[in-house]
């Protein structure tokens, strides 16, 4: 199986949507992190008409209903699009055209790609008009990205999901910090949870993380977890966008399917 450094770097698979996926993978960038093991991309959702119909015609069934039953027309655009974009990065690490790719779900409902040829961890998100998505081979992965520059009582937000020594420091902080630390913390906790699997069974109040934006990212506490198994990357996502990305350092935090 051929191994690309980038989506860009690898010819198409000579399928009919292989010139579709060419022109779709120059629409989104790659982050570096300090970590190679992971590759970080960013993806813009707003795009002109004839990609986002060549974005649909990548898409499964059940991909366009997802899409097609949401109320506003500018969110089934942007959920079609992330959903194409996924398969379009993941599609060159298993050697298949993007639309063949097929989905599973683990007990614990984390997709995974059926009859892959070996380990491929991803997680996506997205929030306004911008999707992040990590990738590797050798650890489990969350992301979570949010955007800034939104109304939103952030305050009773962090007095519920946030730890009582989140809120300390949040509250210490200028109140002009308050909204951007209050998203750093936001996201790392949303990038541990997404990377366990586990959803709301795993209060985010009892998962532990630094809260201001200008500390290292880091995992202080995690309910029958080891802190020195994650690291934490804060991503540039632009400047009304904070992301962040947890790798469990361990590989995969439960069995494979």
């Not at 008009?129 to 979570?144: F, K, P, T």
């Not at 949870?193 to 532990?208: C, F, S, Y």
Request: net charge negative; with cysteine.
């Amino acid at each position: 199986m051929e191994t690309c450094a980038s989506v860009r770097e690898c010819p198409a698979t000579g399928k009919s949507d292989g010139g579709h996926a060419v022109a779709l993978a120059q629409i989104p960038w790659q982050i570096t992190l300090a970590d190679p093991a992971i590759e970080v991309w960013l993806a813009p959702l707003d795009i002109p008409d004839h990609h986002l119909q060549q974005c649909v015609e990548l898409l499964s069934p059940d991909e366009k209903t997802r899409a097609e039953r949401m109320y506003f027309e500018r969110d089934r655009r942007r959920s079609a699009v992330a959903r194409a974009m996924l398969r379009i990065l993941l599609a060159r690490h298993v050697g298949l055209n993007p639309a063949e790719l097929k989905f599973n779900l683990e007990p614990h409902g984390k997709p995974y790609i059926a009859a892959a040829p070996g380990p491929l961890h991803f997680n996506i998100s997205h929030s306004a008009e911008r999707a992040i998505y990590a990738i590797s081979r050798n650890c489990e992965l969350g992301v979570d990205i949010e955007y800034t520059a939104r109304t939103i009582t952030h305050e009773g937000i962090a007095e519920r999901f946030f730890s009582a020594r989140e809120n300390t420091e949040l509250q210490c902080l200028a109140p002009v910090d308050r909204k951007r630390a209050f998203f750093a913390c936001w996201t790392r906790k949303e990038a541990v949870v997404k990377a366990t699997g586990d959803g709301l069974r795993v209060p985010l109040d009892q998962i532990e993380v630094t809260v201001s934006p200008d500390d290292l990212p880091r995992l202080i506490s995690i309910p029958g977890g080891r802190t020195a198994d994650w690291t934490l990357h804060t991503v540039n996502a632009g400047s009304d966008y904070v992301a962040t990305v947890a790798a469990h350092l361990e590989g995969q935090l439960r069995d494979a399917p």
